[in-house]
C-alpha cells in the first residue's frame, strides 16, 4: 500500500553495485511490502559500543513494529552510505533512515530521494544541509549540549585547583556532527576557567585502538597531562589503556571525561578509571519507527527529536550499573 512510483533512472544504473559492508541493501529490486513499511536502513558502521546498541535498537524495534528492514552497513565510510541511499531508492523502499558518518556532502543524494517522492529521516547524526526540505525530521542527542556538559563538569571538578590544567582531546571522526557539536560545546564550557588548556586535540575515530594510538603518542610528546577529554567511552577505553601502560593510573595521575554511557565505559567509570561520562543514548529505534509510520502516512512530525540524557559519577554509575540496558 506504500508502493511509491518509478524512479530516476540514475538512481537504477547505479544501485546494483552497491553497498560496501551491507546486509541487505544491495540486494536486488525489492520494492515497499505490499502490507507494511519498508524501511532503507544506512548505519554508520561498527566502530563502537554505542553503534552496536543503536543498531540492535534499530533492528529489534522494526521487528516488533512489522517494518521490513533493508539494512547496511557503511563501514564509516560517506560513498559507502551514497550507495546504500541510492540502492534504497532503486529498490522503492517506503522510508529511508540513515545516520550520515559526516555532516557534509549529502545534498544530491538527498535530493534524489525527494525526486523519488520517498521521505529521509535522519537518526542520530544530522547533515549541514541548509534545504531542510530534504529530510522530514532529525531524531538524535543534542551534542553540543553533551560536550557543554562534560566542560561544566570540569570547571566545577578543577575549581579548588591552582595552576595549569592542561586538557589532551580525543576527537570523534573528523567532519561528524558529534565531534564537531562536543568540540564546541566542551571548549564554550571551559571558557569560564583560563587555567583550562586544550594542549593536544587529535582524532581517534571514535574506535577503541584510534584512542589508545593516539594517547600513546599523546603520553610520548606531551608533558604533564592532567585531564583526557574523550568524544565517546571506546575512546576513552583506549586510553585507559595507553595511561595504564605507562606506568599511571587513570581517573587519578590522568582523569578521564567521556561521552555515552555504555556498559564497558560505566564499569571503568564505577572503577574509578573514568571520572565522569555524559550520556548518549543509542536506544532510538521505538521512536525511529514511530516517526517512520507517520512520515509514510503522510502525517506532520516535529522537525527536531530530542534524545533525553544525563550523566553520570563513578558513585552513580555503581547504583544504575546492574539496569543498563547497553
Ligand atoms: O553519533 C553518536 C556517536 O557515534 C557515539 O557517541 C559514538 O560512540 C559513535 O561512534
Not at 6 to 22: D, K
Not at 251 to 270: C, E, F, H, R, W
Request: glycine residues 10%.
Amino acid at each position: 500500500m506504500f508502493k511509491k512510483s518509478l524512479v530516476a533512472v540514475v538512481a537504477a544504473t547505479l544501485a546494483l553495485t552497491a553497498c560496501g559492508g551491507g546486509s541487505d541493501a544491495g540486494g536486488g529490486a525489492g520494492g515497499g511490502s505490499d502490507d507494511g513499511i519498508t524501511m532503507g536502513f544506512a548505519q554508520v558502521g561498527a566502530e563502537s559500543g554505542w553503534r552496536t546498541a543503536n543498531t540492535k535498537s534499530v533492528q529489534d524495534s522494526a521487528k516488533e513494529a512489522g517494518v521490513e528492514l533493508k539494512f547496511s552497513d557503511a563501514q564509516q565510510k560517506q560513498e559507502n552510505q551514497i550507495k546504500a541511499i541510492r540502492s534504497y531508492i532503486q529498490q522503492q523502499v517506503d522510508v529511508i533512515a540513515f545516520s550520515p558518518v559526516v555532516e557534509s556532502g549529502w545534498d544530491t543524494v538527498l535530493k534524489e530521494a525527494k525526486d523519488a517522492d520517498i521521505p529521509v529521516i535522519l537518526t542520530d547524526r544530522s547533515v549541514d544541509s541548509s534545504d531542510t526540505s530534504l529530510y522530514k525530521t532529525f531524531l538524535g542527542s543534542d551534542f553540543v549540549e553533551e560536550g557543554k556538559k562534560a566542560g561544566d563538569w570540569l570547571v566545577e571538578d578543577s575549581a579548588s585547583t591552582d595552576g595549569p590544567i592542561n586538557i589532551v582531546e580525543l576527537q570523534g571522526t573528523t567532519g561528524a556532527a558529534p565531534a564537531i557539536d562536543r568540540k564546541e560545546g566542551f571548549e564554550a564550557a571551559i571558557a569560564a576557567d583560563p587555567d583550562l588548556k586544550i594542549v593536544q586535540s587529535q582524532t581517534g575515530d571514535f574506535t577503541r585502538s584510534g584512542g589508545k594510538q593516539v594517547m600513546e603518542a599523546f603520553l610520548k610528546n606531551t608533558p604533564d597531562i592532567d585531564v583526557v577529554y574523550a568524544h565517546n567511552d571506546d575512546m576513552g577505553l583506549g586510553a585507559i589503556e595507553a595511561i595504564e601502560a605507562a606506568g599511571k593510573v587513570p581517573g587519578k595521575d590522568i582523569k578521564i571525561i567521556t561521552v555515552d554511557a555504555v556498559k564497558d565505559g560505566m564499569t571503568a567509570l564505577s572503577e574509578g578509571k573514568i571520572n565522569y561520562i555524559v550520556e548518549c543514548n543509542p536506544l532510538l529505534g521505538d521512536q525511529l519507527m514511530d516517526l517512520a509510520e507517520k512520515v509514510v502516512a503522510g502525517e506532520e512530525v516535529p522537525a527536531r527529536v530530542v534524545t533525553e540524557e544525563s550523566a553520570f559519577t563513578p558513585e552513580q554509575a555503581k547504583e544504575v550499573l546492574a539496569s543498563r540496558e547497553y
